[in-house]
């Protein structure tokens, strides 16, 4: 492969994220590639070899190329970097094999978790700037991101809320409750929940092996995330009105139709077996509204944390913050998850007002809307995307000259993204 098929003086946006990261050009709606954030690596560990000789075999894959491997490891755990030198290759092959560009001539906008160390941000421009010699880079606050990436689609942009919301962001391995003002990250008022889709697809791994399906230990994470992904929703309702839906026949007299024949090619075998899905369609996501099921020492819902977060705002940003929530990241994706999480909130919101209320003064109701984005599996990428072409973005990248004058300290403090970029 030669040089020509390199795309030149580009912005590439790379989300890496614990379970899968998002990476493509800056101007696109969607990501190119979704791969899975594993590597597999027979190579020597500490040597990351930076070639632009594409043909060059290296001795690591990543992404599902490393999922089929024996031997794997996730250099991310909790939306935080754990291993570098992995995380280093990682990206080698993500700039090399993937996206096939000349980092020289590229900018990269690279995403970081709320209250990410600043030693970490250093370490990314370290490896980018000294290793992957790249153009310039820009770390965007995934929140902060995914906020913007909603302002700017249409059907929210009305809102005039700005950069000012409240972003749940829950992925596969972390889920985050994050107050931001005006493009500033509400640092004190952050909540961290310990559950996320890993946690849901081990769920439901755990109730299929517990009523004896056959399943093979290699299909069995496969599978689980496929039944979550494709059958999983919230109840309406709550859980005793859900269990009633199922034990109910129909009116025909037909067992209920809430349960569903899920087909499977096993790639053990390579053959296909049929199961029934029931409960854990509902009980699966409904961890998030009772985490009890998952943790007995947790047991704060999610429509409960964030509302403890708003309050826990300053005083004039709570009305925006509850009429912008704003949702990203997989696990949000579930059918019906909107909804609930709009009428739980509302419902805490109200109550709160009526113990407020008396006979002489009432207080103003307050508006919770939770905002819906078609992209919002991608939306922290999105907003990548979407700033990457806005006019001044230049202006808030590092670039290699400012990096090999100062060092890595440029970016440690990140250029607040305002309302009107
Ligand atoms: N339609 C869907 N319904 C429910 N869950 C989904 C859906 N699509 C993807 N997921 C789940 O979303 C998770 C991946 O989401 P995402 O890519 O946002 O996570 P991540 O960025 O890798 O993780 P994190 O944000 O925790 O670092 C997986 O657990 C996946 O199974």
């Known amino acids: 492969m030669d040089n020509k098929c390199f795309i030149e003086n580009k912005v590439a946006i790379i989300d890496n994220g614990t379970g899968y990261t998002k990476m493509g050009w800056g101007g696109n709606i969607e990501p190119t590639y979704d791969i899975p954030t594993v590597i597999s690596d027979n190579s020597d560990k500490n040597s990351v070899q930076v070639s632009k000789n594409y043909n060059e075999q290296l001795d690591f894959c990543i992404g599902n190329d490393a999922l089929n491997q024996q031997v794997k490891t996730y250099p991310m755990k909790s939306g935080i970097v754990t291993d570098w030198t992995l995380m280093e290759k990682f990206w080698q092959k993500s700039i090399f094999d993937y996206l096939r560009c000349d980092p020289d001539e590229t900018t990269f906008v690279l995403t970081e978790p709320p209250m990410n160390p600043p030693e970490n941000r250093e370490n990314i421009a370290e490896i980018f700037f000294e290793t992957f010699n790249a153009k310039s880079i820009y770390i965007g606050v995934q929140a902060v991101l995914a906020l913007y990436s909603n302002q700017m689609h249409e059907q929210n942009a009305q809102t005039g809320n700005k950069l000012t919301g409240c972003v749940l962001d829950s992925g596969d391995g972390v889920t985050h409750i994050i107050p931001v003002s005006d493009g500033y990250v509400i640092g004190s008022c952050i909540k961290h929940i310990p559950l996320a889709g890993r946690d849901i697809t081990n769920f439901i791994a755990q109730m299929i092996r517990d009523r004896g399906e056959k399943v093979n230990n290699q299909d069995i994470n496969r599978i689980s995330a496929e039944i979550k992904e494709k059958y999983g929703y919230v109840a309406p309702k709550g859980l005793l009105q859900e269990f009633e839906r199922y034990d109910k026949p129909g009116q025909d007299g037909k067992p209920s139709n809430k349960f569903k024949q899920y087909t499977f090619e096993s790639q053990v075998d390579k053959k296909q077996y049929t199961m029934d899905v029931g409960y854990e369609r509902f009980l699966g996501p409904e961890m998030f509204f009772y985490p009890e099921f998952f943790d007995s ?101 590092k670039s290699r000259q400012e990096y090999l004058e100062y060092g890595p300290s440029i970016v440690r403090q990140n250029a607040v993204l305002s309302s009107g970029m």
């Open 297 to 397: 020492k947790w047991r704060t819902s999610i429509d409960e944390s964030i509302d403890n977060a708003i309050q826990g705002s300053p005083i004039d940003t709570r009305r925006h913050l509850y009429s912008n929530i704003v949702l990203s990241g997989g696990s949000t994706m579930f059918e019906g998850f909107t909804d609930r999480l709009q009428s739980a909130i509302q419902k805490r919101v109200d109550d709160r007002l009526l113990r407020y209320s008396t006979a002489l003064s009432k207080p103003q109701p307050i508006v919770v809307q939770v905002a819906q984005n078609p992209h919002q599996r991608f939306s922290v990428w999105q907003g990548g995307s979407l700033l990457s072409i806005k006019p001044g973005f230049e202006k808030v990248c």
